[in-house]
């Protein structure tokens, strides 16, 4: 496969990443090899395959990494995928500390760069859970098995609109906290309301 050209609109991202710089540079000509297309999405390098997303790099402050957007289906035979958290359903990272690490991996990364874009290819799906079998908090469950009206409401919201609330309430870590979450979204969820409308 044809190495593809670097994207002058993503230039800057390299430039400004001074903490990873190495690191990220030497990422990008990685996925480079493989032929992606190189885009700006979401202020990341994203690389696509026929406008859809393959792979993203992005860097934090205690490490950098790359993203496959439908990782859950990559086999991970070297075990170097990492769920960043138990809500993210498909997409996997494998992460960097050093420049090291990266060379040292370049063989592992172009492999499973090959078998995403073949998953990609194939018009493969991550078969995402239903917002009917998100974990509520029992705090929550209790809410929407006493009120019938939130209940309702809550199920007619898009799915999307339930897990951003299954999120805020599922994140706090009090069980007063979340309780005061689900009173203060009440009236939202009754309003037909997202957490962010």
């Known amino acids: 496969m044809a190495t593809s050209k670097t994207n002058p609109k993503v230039d800057f991202y390299f430039i400004k990443n001074k903490q990873w710089q190495n690191e990220l540079e030497h990422l990008r000509m990685i996925i480079l090899e493989s032929g992606l297309d190189e885009e700006l999405k979401w202020g990341v390098p994203c690389y696509t395959l026929e406008k859809s997303n393959v792979v993203l790099i992005h860097g934090f402050k205690k490490y950098c990494a790359i993203l496959f957007v439908k990782g859950a289906l990559l086999k991970d035979s070297k075990g170097v995928l990492i769920q960043q958290t138990e809500h993210v359903q498909a997409a996997r990272q494998i992460r960097f ?20 874009i073949q998953i990609e290819k194939a018009g493969l799906k991550v078969e995402l859970k239903k ?8 705090e929550f469950q209790k809410k929407l098995e006493k ?3 939130l209940k309702k409401a809550f199920f007619a919201l898009t799915p999307g609109r339930q897990r951003a609330y299954n999120l805020f309430f599922t ?27």
């Open 171 to 197: 994140a706090a870590k009090q069980s007063q906290t979340r309780e005061a979450r689900i009173e203060k979204c009440m009236k939202q969820i009754l309003a037909g309301k997202g957490l962010n409308d």
């Open 147 to 149: 009120t019938p009206a």
């Open 97 to 116: 500390t050093n420049i090291k690490e990266v060379i040292q991996n370049a063989s592992i990364i172009k492999a499973y760069i090959k078998e995403a």
């Open 131 to 138: 917002s009917t079998e998100l974990l509520f908090p029992e």
